[in-house]
């Protein structure tokens, strides 16, 4: 099955700067590649998400960029504030497919700190 | 509103002791599913439905079991809690079959037995 492999386990960075988080998955199958934001005692929640037919994608301070051949995918934030401080989770998935299960396979997650 | 709503939030059962964990959805969504979260290990699927009756293990289903009897609703069920089941759990939501692929997640329910 698919394994997807996530790191930094914790990243800080200055108000300010950029976070970069990056993962990796195993099977050349999957197609789709959602990024999650935990913030404290929620739920996770969507917030950006990329299609293997494309390479990048951005949403204002947010983008993720796919290498297909590398198997790897990556998520960037600019201008970081302090409301960006959450868990971060990317997943892989192999979506439109008769598969039949389309599930999410999680990275173990990144804990992002944006220090003031 | 569109939402996944879980319950209860909290529960702190014994070991042993039948529990059912509740999850409904409002957005006639077909493909439900039960994640637990643990430190250090993200988000790993138990169970998944593709729609009413169809349901399948996922990566972590050994303690557990489900029903999809209803198009909203997919219970999560443990026969018989351990303590090794004391986790974090969402429940999952999404159109499924690539139509709109964003998962919407339930609010969580922390269990830990005893």
């Known amino acids: 099955g698919e394994n997807v492999e996530q790191h930094p386990s914790t990243l800080s960075v200055q108000e300010g700067d950029s976070a970069v988080i990056k993962c990796t998955y195993s099977?050349?199958?999957?197609?789709?590649f959602p990024w999650y934001k935990q913030e404290l005692g929620k739920r996770p929640q969507l917030i950006i998400d990329?299609?293997?037919?494309?390479g990048e994608k951005k949403d204002q301070r947010i983008a993720v960029t796919l290498n297909k051949t590398a198997k790897h995918f990556s998520l960037h934030i600019t201008e970081t504030q302090p409301e960006d401080s959450a868990v971060y989770f990317c997943?892989?998935?192999?979506?439109?497919?008769?598969?039949?299960?389309?599930?999410?396979?999680f990275g173990t997650g990144t804990r992002l700190t944006i220090i003031p | 509103e569109a939402q996944v709503t879980q319950n209860p939030r909290y529960l702190i059962t014994v070991t042993g002791k039948k529990l059912t964990v509740t999850c409904s959805q409002n957005?006639?969504?077909?493909?439900m599913s039960w994640y637990r979260q643990d430190p250090g290990l993200g988000l790993r699927q138990i169970y998944y439905s593709m729609n009413v009756e169809v349901t399948d293990k996922g990566d972590v289903p050994e303690g557990y079991k489900v029903s999809r009897k209803e198009k909203r609703n997919f219970p999560l069920i443990l026969e018989s809690p351990s303590p090794n089941q004391t986790s974090l759990y969402f429940c999952?939501?999404?159109?499924?079959?690539?139509?709109?692929?964003?998962?919407?997640f339930g609010q969580g329910t922390r269990l830990t037995v005893v």
């Open positions: 099977d050349s199958a999957s197609n789709y």
């Open positions: 997943a892989a998935s192999m979506w439109g497919s008769n598969f039949g299960n389309e599930k999410l396979t």
């Open positions: 999952a939501s999404s159109l499924g079959q690539s139509l709109n692929t964003e998962a919407f």
């Open positions: 957005m006639n969504h077909e493909y």
């Open positions: 990329i299609r293997s037919n494309v």
